[in-house]
C-alpha cells in the first residue's frame, strides 16, 4: 500500500487510542456524579435536579468517543454464521464491502449530526427538563465522536482493502501466502 495510506492508518490509530483510553475514565466520573447524588439524598436530603442529566451526557460522550477505539480494537458486535469458516482473504474482502457500508452510514449520521447540532447552536436549544442545559455541548461532542469513528472505518477499510488484494498494510504477505509458499517448497 501507499505510504500515504500506512501513514493515515497508523496516524488515526494512534488518536483514536488515545481518545479511547482518555474517555474510559468518564465512566469513573459518571459513578462520581452519581455516588454524589446518592449520598446528598440520603445523608442530606436534597436532591439534584441535574444529576440524571449529567450522567446520561457523560454516558453518551463515553461511547461515542470510544466507538472509534472499539472499532480498532474489533470488540463490536459481528455475526458469526459463515465468516469463522472463510479464509483470511475472504473475510478481508467481506469486511471491505462492509466496511464501505458502514462508511456510508457513518456519513449520513454525520451529516444529520452536524444539522442537529447547528439547529441547537443557532436556536440556542435547551433540554426539555427543569434543569433545561443546553444540548449543543454534547452534540458536538457527539459529531466529533462521528467523525472519529469515520475516520477509523475508513482505516479498516484500507487494511482490509489490503489483505483482500493479498497485502496487508505493512507490506507483509498473509500468513497463509507464508504457508502457500512454504508448501511450494
Known amino acids: 500500500m501507499p505510504k500515504a495510506i500506512r501513514l493515515y492508518v497508523r496516524y488515526v490509530d494512534a488518536v483514536n487510542r488515545a481518545v479511547g483510553r482518555s474517555v474510559m475514565w468518564l465512566v469513573l466520573v459518571m459513578m462520581l456524579v452519581l ?97 433545561a442545559p443546553l444540548l449543543w455541548p454534547i452534540k458536538v461532542v457527539m459529531c466529533i465522536g462521528i467523525v472519529l469513528m469515520l475516520l477509523q472505518m475508513i482505516a479498516i ?9 493479498g497485502l496487508p498494510i505493512d507490506g507483509e504477505p498473509l500468513e497463509e501466502e507464508k504457508l502457500q509458499g512454504q508448501e511450494l517448497k
Do not use: P
Open 35 to 131: 455516588l454524589y447524588a446518592v449520598i446528598a439524598r440520603s445523608v442530606f436530603g436534597v436532591s439534584y435536579i441535574w444529576i440524571i442529566e449529567t450522567s446520561q451526557m457523560l454516558l453518551a460522550a463515553y461511547y461515542i468517543l470510544g466507538g472509534g477505539y472499539s472499532l480498532q480494537l474489533g470488540t463490536h458486535v459481528r455475526m458469526d454464521l459463515l465468516y469463522s469458516r472463510w479464509s483470511e482473504r475472504t473475510k478481508a474482502r467481506m469486511d471491505s464491502l462492509t466496511s464501505g457500508l458502514v462508511i456510508f452510514y457513518l456519513i449520513v449520521l454525520l451529516l444529520g449530526g452536524i444539522s442537529s447540532t447547528v439547529y441547537a447552536i443557532e436556536y440556542n436549544q435547551k433540554s426539555y427538563s427543569s434543569w
Open 157 to 165: 477499510f484500507f487494511v482490509d482493502l489490503a489483505k483482500a488484494l
